[in-house]
């Protein structure tokens, strides 16, 4: 009897997985370091496919590395579960056959430091899972203090895995701590963080559709309106950056901006001052080799920004889904973009767009486009263009801007320490 209570208190009952699998949501898991046991409570019982599309357990750091496509600076952070959870959601979304229901696929991804064999003192226990869906990134994070088990932290590990899955399905969710042992847990919390975006900018996350008028794919575009403490937007599509209410797009400053620092602030004022227009700043949420932005990492990097928005250079944002720059010149037509020297050497480098096209082709479509660049220079990069590519720039002399080293890496590992 005692063995049986022990069973029912660690389990996940049966009834909720059932609940789960008849809600419609489709989900790619990827999991690490432990609560992996949740994969076999979600298919033991049957009707597992109704809910998982793939599980994948990346346990070793060669095997989280190929699945994320990039080495990662800490392997067990909510970070790096906002990064696994954005893989998977990318792979559900590939997996799932109706389109129709893109908007309840969802990714899920979890990091675990539990008890090891060779315990040293001093070493945290912690949890970080992490959702990734159409218009959703969350994250829970528990740090684990009171003396357990390994076998009673994997079990806390799944049953919170359970509750991140239960709660976007509209399941009950779980106690888990006082579950593993009554009272146990006394003292620790699960934090939650989640930022929701609206449907436009979610789509941007989406594979990109064909135009009309050939195979090609097209970016699209959502527009950001500073103002507003959450992100709300005007949608364009298709090969100009504009919009009835604010008119042509005329200065772009692509970046990641995460975060925007005073290098930026001054790029851009100097900019707006040359050519007497508003800055406007794009980010892209996908990358060339890197994974998407997920939606709380967007939240701090727009932050950043707003900083500025009452600034006489300031724009506006500009989200986009177009990594590359001959993307970014179909969607902000009759534009100049601000650069810096390392960028512009890129730009008009084959290489840069995986040998699909090559120097002339690039220069023909920056032409087409009506493309010009402004180019900011840093003293530990050397500008190698060709007198072609130097038709499309202004480059800002040395005694105009000079950089003083400061980055946004610089800065990100200053504020995780």
């Not at 060779?118 to 970080?128: D, L, S, T």
């Not at 088990?149 to 399905?169: D, G, M, P, Q, W």
């Not at 937007?233 to 901006?257: D, M, Y």
């Not at 500025?308 to 250079?313: A, P």
């Amino acid at each position: 009897m005692v063995d049986k209570l022990a069973a029912d208190r660690n389990n996940v009952p049966v009834e909720l997985i059932f609940r789960i699998h008849e809600s419609p949501c489709k989900a790619v898991l990827v999991i690490t370091g432990g609560g992996a046991e949740i994969i076999g409570e979600l298919l033991r019982h049957g009707s597992g496919s109704a809910t998982v599309l793939e599980a994948v357990v990346p346990y070793g750091t060669d095997a989280m590395d190929r699945f994320l496509g990039r080495k990662t600076e800490k392997y067990c952070s909510e970070k790096t579960a906002r990064l696994m959870a954005m893989v998977a959601y990318q792979r559900a979304l590939d997996l799932s056959k109706d389109r129709a229901a893109d908007r309840e696929v969802i990714g899920i991804g979890a990091t675990c430091k539990l008890r090891a064999a060779n315990e040293r003192e001093g070493r945290k226990h912690e949890v970080h899972v992490a959702i990734q869906s159409a218009c959703e990134t969350g994250v829970n994070t528990l740090e684990l203090t009171a003396d357990r088990t390994r076998e009673e932290e994997e079990k806390i590990a799944s049953l919170l895995i359970f509750n991140v899955l239960a709660r976007y399905c509209g399941v009950p969710e779980i106690d888990l701590l006082d579950r593993v042992e009554p009272g146990k847990g006394r003292g620790e919390e699960v934090i939650e963080e989640y930022e929701s975006v609206s449907g436009p900018v979610g789509d941007l996350l989406k594979p990109k559709i064909c135009s009309q008028e050939g195979p090609h794919e097209t970016p699209g575009i959502a527009r950001i309106d500073l103002n507003e403490a959450k992100t709300k937007e005007a949608r364009t599509h298709g090969e100009n950056g504009e919009n009835e209410e604010s008119g042509k797009i005329r200065l772009v400053f692509p970046g990641s901006f995460d975060p925007c620092h005073r290098n930026h602030v001054f790029m851009a004022k100097l900019a707006s001052e040359k050519l007497g227009e508003p800055v406007h700043f794009e980010i892209s949420l996908t990358n060339v080799d890197k994974p998407p932005i997920d939606f709380i990492s967007l939240n701090q990097r727009l932050d950043s920004l707003r900083e500025y928005k009452d600034e006489s250079f300031m724009g506006g944002v500009c989200l986009t889904n177009a990594p590359l720059f001959l993307q970014k010149a179909a969607l902000f037509p009759d534009s100049t973009f601000i650069v810096g020297a390392d960028t512009i050497n890129r730009i008009f480098d084959a290489k840069y767009y995986n040998a699909t096209t090559d120097t002339p082709a690039i220069l023909k479509h920056f032409k087409e486009k009506n493309i010009r660049f402004m180019v900011f220079q840093r003293k530990s990069v050397k500008l190698c263009l060709n007198p072609e590519v130097l038709e499309f720039c202004e480059i800002v002399p040395m005694d105009e801007y000079e950089d003083d080293g400061i980055s946004s890496t610089e800065i990100r590992r200053k504020n995780e320490k």
